[in-house]
């Protein structure tokens, strides 16, 4: 059960979105900027580094939210997305996002664990600066969402077809859709 009532409808951040429309769109527009807006790198990989730093994180709903929109928008779907979340050194990924990961990780533990050496081999794997930025505000922001998720108990549900659904709707309608119908439920009600 939730720290704050929430509606126990919408699970995670749906609901707390929905209980503070106002702090909800703004990051729901950072959101869908990084996460769907135009990269070198794709949808289905931004969403990955969301998933892994998640899922090290301990936060449930986020890892599982993640891996569903990540497994709806990469090669090799679902399989690529349990592999990287297991062990980014084994998982059938490129050598790029590889290197992005291990930057995304070093960003959750700390800002001061992301190191030249780090930065130096995702570029050499062929990262760009943008690419770089990205993975660590990625990270932040993931890390941020975590707390946010599991510091207020927010509900998740434990059906992988929840989160099958909740990425075909992402996919459909992108983040701004998501806040924007938390905020309008909000501010009916």
């Given at each position: 059960?939730?720290?704050?009532?929430?509606d126990p409808?919408?699970?995670?951040?749906?609901?707390?979105?929905?209980?503070?429309?106002?702090?909800?769109?703004?990051?729901?527009?950072?959101?869908?900027?990084?996460?769907?807006?135009?990269?070198?790198?794709?949808?289905?990989?931004?969403?990955?580094?969301?998933?892994?730093?998640?899922?090290?994180?301990?936060?449930?709903?986020?890892?599982?939210?993640?891996?569903?929109?990540?497994?709806?928008?990469?090669?090799?779907?679902?399989?690529?997305?349990?592999?990287?979340?297991?062990?980014?050194?084994?998982?059938?990924?490129?050598?790029?996002?590889?290197?992005?990961?291990k930057v995304?990780?070093?960003?959750?533990?700390?800002?001061?664990?992301?190191?030249?050496?780090?930065?130096?081999?995702?570029?050499?794997?062929?990262?760009?600066?943008?690419?770089?930025?990205?993975?660590?505000?990625?990270?932040?922001?993931?890390?941020l969402f975590?707390?946010?998720?599991?510091?207020?108990?927010?509900?998740?549900?434990?059906?992988?077809?929840?989160?099958?659904?909740?990425?075909?709707?992402?996919?459909?309608?992108?983040?701004?859709?998501?806040?924007?119908?938390?905020?309008?439920?909000?501010?009916?009600?």
């Open positions: 059960m939730s720290h704050i009532t929430v409808t919408k699970p995670g951040i749906i609901g707390l979105f929905a209980f503070r429309p106002e702090t909800a769109k703004p990051l729901g527009e950072l959101v869908e900027t990084l996460l769907r807006g135009p990269s070198s790198l794709t949808t289905g990989e931004r969403e990955l580094i969301g998933a892994v730093v998640s899922k090290e994180n301990d936060c449930y709903f986020c890892a599982e939210a993640h891996g569903a929109f990540s497994a709806a928008q990469i090669e090799g779907g679902a399989e690529t997305v349990a592999a990287a979340k297991k062990d980014i050194t084994s998982a059938p990924i490129s050598d790029k996002l590889r290197a992005l990961l995304a990780l070093a960003t959750r533990e700390s800002g001061h664990s992301v190191t030249s050496a780090l930065i130096d081999n995702a570029k050499a794997a062929g990262a760009s600066e943008a690419d770089i930025h990205d993975t660590v505000l990625i990270a932040s922001l993931f890390s975590n707390r946010y998720v599991d510091g207020l108990a927010t509900d998740a549900p434990d059906q992988p077809e929840w989160y099958a659904g909740a990425a075909q709707a992402l996919v459909a309608g992108g983040y701004a859709a998501i806040s924007g119908a938390a905020q309008a439920e909000a501010q009916a009600a």
